[in-house]
């Protein structure tokens, strides 16, 4: 069809092979034939691609504070490598959600609105000449696969892995490439985009006006489907082909404290698994892949609260990234031949930690400067409280916001298992380097 990319006809295409072949982690693809193919030999390795979205230093500090206290440390602080990004995009500084996750994905710099095409309208080149993302040659190659998101399947982190599209809002494309991509485990939101309008599903009505029901065509494909933490949980380990749908749309409500306060709403809906919980799912049917795996994850709630001016969500948010940190560090304790890769593309709201009095009760324009402040329930509200330090003090303090979208600064990278103070340079990182570090490691090749 005019504007689907070769991209998503060649995922398409790898879903067609029988079932048995696609699921088949002990039986991996004959290297002739892959080399035929001019498919890269895999290492055997893991990679784990991590992206809490708009987080920066800032939004860390102020994390590490509030749930472990200033002298305790995140799982974050405990990754072994940790340098600088740097993440311009092709036609300006700051980055898109949209463009930064395609450079991740290809290793090839992106204009601002790209979704995987040019401007021209063609796939980009990806950094070792094909037109394939490394989620998409990951699955050529047999390793083992998942896309993991708290937000809904069409959000960038993960889509732009395996989906491309003149726009960002063609969402019900961005879906259909998502499930046909031929990714092994998919666990997510967005139930609407997988439904038709006026089908009802678990948790609201579909939204595609093309009429595909996207639920029976993974059933077809061989996915089972689970809607639910406790349905997760209850898939027994041959379960191999999995498709989570989590919500309508995001797995939070990402609106500001008072307008969650005022619907009676939680931050995130409560029989959704946390992102730490999907990657525990993940990395458990993953281990075994014979040929190595990659696993692509995004906490995307960091960032959509940051963007709304939500500080206790999006603290929550990160708190639940960082939980994700433990379980994929005591997994790679086990299977030590694994690769933790994490940044983000931005920095969500340019978050501050800012000291005020004990008793102070904050108002949207408290700072000197005239900048908003947040307590821990928002405007208007008492500050945040520190957990107590080494001699057991706690600490006001409330969240400074430079801006509601997302900036260019601040942001780092970390690593941890698999070689990753040599993969990681203490020089810094852009965000082009982050296909290569993770192709060497999946791959065995360095690339230019």
Do not use: K
Not at 351 to 380: E, F, H, K, Y
């Amino acid at each position: 069809m005019p504007g689907t990319s070769s991209r998503a006809r060649h995922g398409a295409a790898l879903l067609l092979l029988p079932l048995a072949a696609a699921c088949a982690a002990a039986t991996p693809p004959p290297a002739p034939a892959a080399a035929a193919a001019g498919l890269p030999t895999p290492t055997g390795d893991g990679a784990i691609f991590f992206h809490p979205d708009g987080t920066s230093a800032g939004h860390w500090d102020a994390t590490r504070s509030l749930y472990y206290g200033p002298d305790g440390s995140l799982h974050w602080d405990r990754l072994a490598a940790l340098t600088t990004y740097r993440g311009h995009l092709a036609d300006q500084l700051g980055a898109t959600s949209n463009a930064g996750a395609v450079i991740h994905a290809t290793g090839t710099r992106a204009h601002a609105a790209s979704f995987g095409l040019d401007p021209a309208g063609r796939e980009y080149v990806s950094a070792d000449g094909s037109t394939r993302t490394l989620m998409e040659t990951a699955v050529a190659a047999g390793l083992g696969t998942a896309l993991v998101q708290t937000g809904s399947v069409i959000e960038p982190g993960t889509a732009a892995f395996v989906a491309a599209v003149p726009r960002r809002q063609d969402y019900e494309e961005i879906a259909r490439q998502v499930l046909e991509s031929g990714v092994e485990i998919l666990l997510g939101g967005g139930e609407e985009w997988f439904l038709p309008r006026g089908v009802r599903g678990r948790f609201g009505e579909g939204a595609r006006s093309d009429g595909r029901n996207l639920i029976e065509r993974a059933r077809e494909l061989g996915y089972t489907v689970v809607y639910t933490r406790a349905e997760l949980r209850a898939l027994p380990p041959t379960a191999r082909r999995v498709l989570g749908v989590f919500a309508r749309g995001h797995t939070f409500h990402d609106r500001t404290e008072e307008e969650l306060r005022q619907a009676g709403l939680p931050h995130y809906l409560p029989g959704a698994p946390t992102v730490a919980e999907m990657i525990d799912f993940a990395l458990a049917r993953l281990g075994t892949s014979p040929r190595g795996f990659l696993l692509v994850a995004e906490e995307e709630g960091s960032d959509n609260f940051c963007n709304v001016g939500n500080a206790a969500g999006c603290l929550e948010a990160l708190r639940r990234a960082d939980d994700a940190f433990g379980v994929m560090r005591a997994f790679i304790e086990r299977r030590p031949n694994t690769l933790l890769l994490t940044t983000s593309d931005s920095n969500a709201g340019g978050i501050q930690v800012v000291n005020v009095a004990a008793d102070a009760t904050l108002t949207p324009r408290t700072a000197p400067n005239g900048a908003p402040l947040d307590g821990s329930g928002g405007t208007g509200t008492a500050p945040f409280r520190s957990a107590p330090d080494a001699q057991g003090r706690s600490f006001p303090f409330a969240i400074g916001w430079t801006s509601y979208d997302d900036a260019g600064s601040g942001v780092l990278a970390r690593a941890h298992g698999l070689r990753a103070t040599e993969l990681l340079p203490a020089t810094g990182i852009q965000n082009i380097d982050v296909y290569r570090i993770l192709y060497e490691t999946l791959f065995g090749r360095r690339l230019p």
